[in-house]
T-cell receptor, first 115, second 115 residues
Framework: GAGVSQSPSNKVTEKGKDVELRCDPI?????LYWYRQSLGQGLEFLIY????????KSGLPSDRFSAERTGGSVSTLTIQRTQQEDSAVYLC?????????????FGAGTRLSVL | GENVEQHPSTLSVQEGDSAVIKCTYS??????FPWYKQELGKRPQLIID?????GEKKDQRIAVTLNKTAKHFSLHITETQPEDSAVYFC??????????????FGQGTTLQVKP
C-alpha cells in the first residue's frame, strides 16, 4: 500500500512569506507527527496528533508555526512569516500505536529553503 | 524518556568489523526503544525495536540490548558492510508516554563502513 506522502518535495520561498506543507499519512494510522531536521542534525519533534485528542504542540518553536489535521487524516503544517532559520527538511510520520509498539513510518520530507 | 543521549556522534569501522552505538534515557518508566536508520538523502526507517520485557533482540546482523537498571540500550551491528553506512537514531518514549505517543530521538550516529 501507499506510504506516507508529503508535498511539495521542495519549497523555495522568500523571507517573510507564508508556506504550507502537506502530509498524507498511511490510511488507518491514528497518530501523525511532524519533525524538523536541519542539515546534519537530529529529528526535532514539532507536533503530535493522536485520534480525536487535542494535539501536543509542545515542540513548535514559535507562534509562527501551526498545524492542523482534518478528518483525522491529512495534516498541514503552516509556517507564517518565514525566516532563514526555518530552512530545513520537514518530515512527517504516521503510526498505528498497537501491541506495545510505536513504529513510525516517515514521508520523504519537504525541503524548505528560505531565501 | 525526556532526554535521550546517543554516543558516539560519528563512528568509522572497517568492513567486516562490528559497530556499537549506545543510548541512555532518563525516564525509568520508558518501555519501548526503537532504532531508525537514515541513509543519505532518504527517510528514516525502523530497523529494530525492543520492549522492556526483554533484554535482547536480534535480527540477522543487528541486535539491540537493553539494561533497564542502568537505563541504557545499545545497537550492535556485526560483520558490517558498506551499505550499513548511514545515520542511526535511537529513541525512547517521552516522559509519561509509556510505550506509545511521542518519541524523543537521540542526536544520531553517523556510521561509515570503509571497504
Amino acid at each position: 500500500g501507499a506510504g506516507v506522502s508529503q508535498s511539495p518535495s521542495n519549497k523555495v520561498t522568500e523571507k517573510g512569506k507564508d508556506v504550507e506543507l502537506r502530509c498524507d499519512p498511511i490510511s488507518g494510522h491514528t497518530a501523525l507527527y511532524w519533525y524538523r531536521q536541519s542539515l546534519g542534525q537530529g529529528l526535532e519533534f514539532l507536533i503530535y496528533f493522536q485520534g480525536n485528542s487535542a494535539p501536543d504542540k509542545s515542540g513548535l518553536p514559535s507562534d509562527r508555526f501551526s498545524a492542523e489535521r482534518t478528518g483525522g487524516s491529512v495534516s498541514t503544517l503552516t509556517i507564517q512569516r518565514t525566516q532563514q532559520e526555518d530552512s530545513a527538511v520537514y518530515l512527517c510520520a504516521s503510526s498505528l500505536e498497537a501491541q506495545g509498539r510505536n513504529i513510525q513510518y516517515f514521508g520523504a520530507g519537504t525541503r524548505l529553503s528560505v531565501l | 524518556g525526556e532526554n535521550v543521549e546517543q554516543h558516539p556522534s560519528t563512528l568509522s569501522v572497517q568492513e567486516g568489523d562490528s559497530a556499537v552505538i549506545k543510548c541512555t534515557y532518563s525516564d525509568s518508566a520508558s518501555n519501548y526503544f526503537p532504532w531508525y536508520k537514515q541513509e543519505l538523502g532518504k527517510r528514516p526507517q525502523l530497523i529494530i525495536d525492543i520492549r522492556s520485557n526483554v533484554g535482547e533482540k536480534k535480527d540477522q546482523r543487528i541486535a539491540v540490548t537493553l539494561n533497564k537498571t542502568a537505563k541504557h540500550f545499545s545497537l550492535h551491528i556485526t560483520e558490517t558492510q558498506p551499505e550499513d553506512s548511514a545515520v542511526y537514531f535511537c529513541a525512547a518514549p517521552r516522559h509519561g508516554s509509556g510505550n506509545t505517543g511521542k518519541l524523543i530521538f537521540g542526536q544520531g550516529t553517523t556510521l561509515q563502513v570503509k571497504p
